[in-house]
């Protein structure tokens, strides 16, 4: 699956439906492609919000990719970069009780990815 659209949070109900489908012909269990959409839903959030400051006219590039017994997923964008590792993971306890929105986004991604990976027996 390739998909191509332009950098708007309208979109990403055509990048969930894609990633879904191609999730689930891979083999995945409703509770997986959902936790893959997700991760890829976030994940282009966050090119738009942070990458892209909300500026609609970019592009982001999504595919699929099977191989083996591997699925990947790969997300290009032309917008600002940064190191995923140089993300901490948030204090829950502290965010919640400071009704915070937003700032979860990479905990989410790592979380849901992980979950699917050891249910699965994928390497990441």
Known sequence: MYLKIKSLTENLNIVRAQ??????QFGFDEESVNKIALSVDEACTNIIKHSYNYSPNNDIEIATAAKNSRFEVIIIHQGSSFDPKSIKLPNLREHLTQ???G???MYLIRSLMDETARAHAILF
């Open 103 to 105: 700032g979860l986004g």
């Open 99 to 101: 009704y915070r929105r």
């Open 19 to 24: 990633v879904s489908d191609a999730a689930q």
